[in-house]
T-cell receptor, first 115, second 114 residues
Framework: DTGVSQNPRHKITKRGQNVTFRCDPI?????LYWYRQTLGQGPEFLTY????????KSRLLSDRFSAERPKGSFSTLEIQRTEQGDSAMYLC?????????????FGNGTRLTVT | AQSVTQPDIHITVSEGASLELRCNYS??????LFWYVQSPGQGLQLLLK??????LVQGIKGFEAEFKRSQSSFNLRKPSVHWSDAAEYFC????????????FGTGTQLKVEL
């Protein structure tokens, strides 16, 4: 169990640029989640995958956000035309499907700063 | 819609003192309940969870939490705090059987004085 890995750890970008983050879940975990955490707030659910299928998206996930998990392993989260309000910590987590109460394992996050 | 309230933004305790962090939730039924801890630069670590059954649950690092249905609360406790417990603590809820789509509170920052 090598844990959930997220890259990069930090990303600074100018407003209007596109950014992409990567998440490598724990290898035997079928479910993968993306959360966003802004300063002084708890994490907010964005989306989740079961294998390669994206099963749910939050209304927080605007059209500028897209997430993929093409082979049911790693996932990418892309933000197009970044805005200053996108500055946040983006957290990835994974879990097994069964048992249904299998706990989430979080990565250390990618901190995005939009200038 | 479900929500979680952690009324204390900051708490300071002396090392060796007892600790209680408050959490109240709003949900139509009894949700799944969780406490996570986040240290600076680290991801969230699960301390404990409640799904059903015994309302007093034990977790890692000597933490426990008690579910009180009548008060819609799930407070976290530790009898004797260690300096290494300084971190941010998040309470979270999820729909029963709803996987891990968690709704988090805003967190309580714990400072431990030596």
């Amino acid at each position: 169990d090598t844990g959930v890995s997220q890259n990069p750890r930090h990303k600074i970008t100018k407003r209007g640029q596109n950014v992409t983050f990567r998440c490598d879940p724990i290898s035997e975990h079928n479910r993968l989640y993306w959360y966003r955490q802004t300063l002084g707030q708890g994490p907010e659910f964005l989306t989740y995958f079961q294998n390669e299928a994206q099963l749910e998206k939050s209304r927080l996930l605007s059209d500028r956000f897209s997430a993929e998990r093409p082979k049911g392993s790693f996932s990418t989260l892309e933000i197009q035309r970044t805005e200053q309000g996108d500055s946040a910590m983006y957290l990835c987590a994974s879990s097994r499907v069964e048992p249904h109460n299998s706990p989430l394992h979080f990565g250390n996050g990618t901190r995005l700063t939009v200038t | 819609a479900q929500s979680v309230t952690q009324p204390d933004i900051h708490i300071t305790v002396s090392e060796g003192a007892s600790l209680e962090l408050r959490c109240n939730y709003s949900y139509g039924a009894t949700p799944y309940l969780f406490w996570y801890v986040q240290s600076p630069g680290q991801g969230l670590q699960l301390l404990l969870k409640y799904f059903s059954g015994d309302t007093l649950v034990q977790g890692i690092k000597g933490f426990e939490a008690e579910f009180k249905r009548s008060q819609s609360s799930f407070n976290l406790r530790k009898p004797s705090v260690h300096w290494s417990d300084a971190a941010e603590y998040f309470c979270a809820v999820a729909p029963p059987g709803g996987g891990n789509k968690l709704t988090f509170g805003t967190g309580t920052q714990l400072k431990v004085e030596l």
